[in-house]
């Protein structure tokens, strides 16, 4: 099972299995992971499952849909790494990806 690492704002590090196929999203709300509010549940409606990609896995998580793009418009303090985690699915692919969540959501 693929693993993904969450870096709070204040600096606390916390790894989850993910299920192949999940989002980044709902492994932080299955793992109660603080920083992920994910208010509409996924469905790319909101900015409030907003995180940092870290550099060294930009690339291999790929940019923001068109959709997501407008949606992070939203999200406070966006960066050039921003994503939702609604929208990044979990493979074997992006085993060991480490995310940062923003001070504040929404």
């Known amino acids: ?3 993904v690492t ?3 704002a204040a600096g606390d590090s916390r790894t989850v299995e ?3 196929g999940l989002s980044v999203m709902e492994a ?3 793992h109660s992971v603080t920083g992920i509010d994910a208010d509409c549940g996924g469905a790319c409606a909101c900015a409030t499952c ?3 990609i870290e550099p060294d896995w930009r ?3 790929g940019a923001p849909s068109p959709m997501e793009a407008s949606m992070l418009e939203f999200a406070a303090d966006r960066r050039e790494n921003s994503r939702l985690a609604c929208q990044v699915a979990m493979t074997d692919a992006l085993d060991g990806l480490v995310v940062r969540t923003p001070e504040t959501q929404g």
């Open 1 to 3: 099972m693929p693993k």
């Open 59 to 61: 690339a291999r998580v």
């Open 6 to 8: 969450f870096i709070s």
């Open 18 to 20: 993910v299920e192949d």
């Open 28 to 30: 932080a709300i299955r």
């Open 50 to 52: 907003h995180v940092y």
